[in-house]
């Protein structure tokens, strides 16, 4: 997280003045006790990122810099999560434009019952995705230079001598014995869930 802290600081100049004028700020909020349920559906519609960005809107409606300054994100890795959970409908937004600047800003809000929603018709889908990103595991010699840059593929890795496309660090092979676990416990709920309903 610490390094995605100091390219934060790239957020444009004009965006610094909106967020000064959002008045009313409130303390932030007790939130609420995680819910189980609505955690899975989030993280399989918009991943780990994605989940952990709806987190901060759960209860209350938000700017897109507000979360991102919560969360120590670049503010337009921020908007694309948010789009993304957008276009599943499971936030939506209120734009209202500030007065003084002519800025429109955003204010964004979970919708727990229409992730629920998704979740009730998306499951086979979503249960057919995951069996195949588990191929994909299953079947994928994975490399990483464990800074926290995606991994890759052994004929990705051989094609940059071994070297992070995105640090430059040496890759070495990656144990992901663990998405594996995680990806067969996932499968077996979603799998239990459709025999139930
Ligand atoms: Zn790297």
Redesign the pocket.
Same mark, same amino acid.
């Given at each position: 997280m610490g390094k995605k802290v100091s390219k934060s600081k790239k957020i444009s100049k004009g965006k610094k003045a909106v967020e000064k004028r959002v008045k009313n700020k409130k303390e932030p909020r007790q939130k609420p006790s995680e819910d189980p349920v609505l955690r899975e559906i989030l993280t399989r519609i918009a991943g780990e990122r994605g989940y952990e960005v709806a987190k901060v809107l759960v209860g209350e409606e938000t700017t897109d810099d507000e979360v991102a300054k919560r969360m120590g994100m670049r503010v337009n890795l921020v908007r694309k999560i948010l789009y993304e959970l957008y276009e599943n409908r499971v936030v939506s937004y209120r734009r209202v434009r500030d007065e003084h600047s002519g800025w429109y800003v955003y204010y964004w809000r979970i919708e727990p019952e229409r992730a629920r929603e998704y979740f009730d018709n998306n499951k086979r889908l979503i249960l057919q995705k995951l069996e195949e990103r588990l191929k994909t595991e299953r079947n994928t010699m994975f490399f990483s #230079?464990g800074?926290g840059?995606p991994k890759v593929s052994f004929e990705f890795a051989a094609e940059n001598d071994f070297k992070?496309p995105? #640090?430059g660090?040496k890759l070495d092979p990656y144990d992901n014995s663990s998405v594996i676990t995680a990806l067969e416990r996932q499968i077996e709920s979603l799998r239990q869930h459709l025999v139930e309903s």
């Open positions: #230079c800074n840059d992070c995105r #640090c660090s």
